[in-house]
């Protein structure tokens, strides 16, 4: 079996949106609420953006897709990550943009499998006009040991080049990439490690799926294995806090606990006849019910609090029926790699 | 079928109905149907809605989550609100078949099998 890879990019089905913003014309955007900040990153190489978020060249910056697309990367991987793409920040004349590749829908000739009407390339974008039709975004410093400057450097060289997407996720051909593996070869070539790929998920239904859209179960490397709480710089995004956006990424991460390997897709998901996916009412339900569990904005528990996963987990009981906290399709070790520190706060 | 899409992408005009169009050429293999089959009544869910995970599923249409459509003058915060839309806002979910049948969860081992 050939070894392929999901980069977990938000943008291959028919509900992309970012290319859309892109090609559609006239538009307005949503606002784009701050939702952290962390100023000790602030330094000389830094520009202060939307009051004092601390921007520079090499930043990673990951989003969260509001389309139902995220509800179908989530469960590629064999482990739990949030966010569902990443790309990178550059900073040009004072201004902050950001650099990805990614697919969209061609067009004409249409074509019977899904991913053959797939294809992208590099863009190049304003970070506001970027950052704000996604649910949430969070800025990380690169990786230890990698230069920032040159990580820009090598995405802004490889959009020069004109580079295309990769719709079949293979890491091992460079000759297209796909969006975590972009940010992989950058990290590598500023004198980083970029992280591992990842064992994808062996669920049943996963791997028809994979097959079906022609990318052989095999490796992931999802967006959500480039953060590290330590190198968090800010958050944007719809949500009023960066609590009640974690604890929708704690929502999402027990509908994966859940996930043994006897579920399927299909009950929490909607295959309509025309190839899109959609999230079955009950699970849009939990996953925006678990974030209004946090109103307010003084005493909430920052990500990673226990009180988070807590209550996640009570009402998923209450909607869904008990389940143990031990159990899930991965150790426990596993289930919790994606969690950011304790200590940081919102 | 089409009706979230359009709203879904609304703003973004003709480029985005196009493909939506194009949606409807994919083929989709019976196997794949059933990899995103519902829950039926004697099936496994983890995912089942109702007490205690007893009810039938709530197979009462679809949903989408909406994209740059929150509304930012919502108590809880836009996503929180408005993020999720049913096309099916009149379809009604169906009384539990079994409200007797065990409280454990359908499957917690991370091993599978139905119960």
Redesign the interface.
């Known amino acids: 079996m050939r070894a392929s890879s999901w980069g977990l990019c938000a943008t291959l089905f028919v509900a992309s949106l970012a290319p859309s913003v892109v090609g559609c014309g006239s538009h307005s955007l949503p606002p784009m609420n701050v939702v952290g900040v962390d100023k000790s990153k602030a330094s000389s190489k830094t520009i202060n953006y939307l009051g004092g978020v601390p921007l520079r060249s090499g930043q990673l910056l990951v989003t969260e897709s509001p389309d139902s697309t995220s509800f179908v990367f989530v469960f590629i991987p064999e482990k739990f990550y949030p966010f569902t793409h990443v790309a990178v920040i550059s900073i040009e004349d004072g201004e902050p943009w950001v650099y990805d590749v990614t697919g969209e829908v061609k067009t004409f000739p249409l074509k019977k499998r899904l991913m053959d009407n797939v294809k992208g390339k590099m863009y190049r974008r304003r970070f506001y006009e970027y950052v704000a039709p996604n649910l949430h975004a969070e800025v990380y410093e690169p990786p230890e040991g990698a230069d920032g400057e040159k990580l820009a450097a090598f995405v802004r060289q490889k959009y020069a080049e004109g580079v295309e997407f990769d719709s079949y996720f293979d890491p091992n051909d460079h000759s297209k990439l796909f969006c975590s593996e972009l940010v992989s070869l950058a990290i590598a070539h500023a004198g980083g490690k970029p992280p591992g790929l990842d064992p994808s998920n062996p669920n049943p239904s996963v791997v028809e799926g994979m097959r079906w859209l022609g990318v052989p179960p095999g490796i992931a490397l999802p967006a959500g294995k480039f953060i590290d709480e330590k190198r968090f710089v800010g958050a944007f995004g719809q949500f009023r806090t960066r609590t009640q956006a974690w604890a929708y990424f704690e929502a999402k991460r027990e509908l994966f606990r859940r996930f043994t390997r006897d579920q399927r897709l299909g009950y929490m998901l909607i295959l309509q006849s025309s190839g899109q996916v959609e999230v079955r009412p009950e699970i849009g339900d939990f996953v925006f019910g678990a974030a209004r569990l946090f109103k307010g904005e003084e005493g909430l528990p920052p990500p990673g609090d226990p009180r988070i996963e807590a209550e996640v987990r009570k009402l998923a009981d209450k909607m869904f029926g008990p389940f143990p906290a031990s159990a899930g399709p991965s150790s426990p070790a596993q289930s919790t790699a994606a969690a950011p520190a304790q200590s940081a706060t919102p | 079928?089409?009706a979230?899409?359009t709203r879904?992408?609304r703003?973004?005009?003709?480029?985005?109905a196009?493909?939506?169009l194009?949606?409807?050429?994919?083929?989709?293999?019976d196997?794949?149907?059933?990899?995103?089959?519902?829950?039926a009544p004697g099936?496994?869910?983890?995912?089942?809605?109702?007490p205690?995970?007893?009810a039938p599923?709530?197979?009462?249409?679809?949903?989408?989550?909406?994209?740059?459509?929150?509304d930012?003058s919502s108590?809880?915060?836009?996503?929180?609100?408005a993020?999720?839309e049913?096309i099916a806002p009149d379809a009604a979910v169906e009384p539990a078949a079994d409200t007797d049948a065990a409280?454990?969860?359908?499957?917690?081992?991370?091993?599978?099998?139905?119960p």
């Open positions: 079928m089409a979230p899409m879904h992408l703003p973004f005009g003709a480029a985005c196009l493909a939506v194009l949606a409807a050429c994919v083929d989709v293999p196997s794949v149907r059933a990899a995103f089959a519902p829950a099936d496994p869910s983890n995912y089942r809605i109702g205690h995970g007893t599923p709530a197979d009462v249409g679809t949903a989408i989550i909406a994209s740059a459509t929150f930012a108590e809880a915060g836009p996503a929180v609100d993020a999720v049913s409280v454990t969860p359908a499957s917690a081992d991370g091993e599978g099998g139905a």
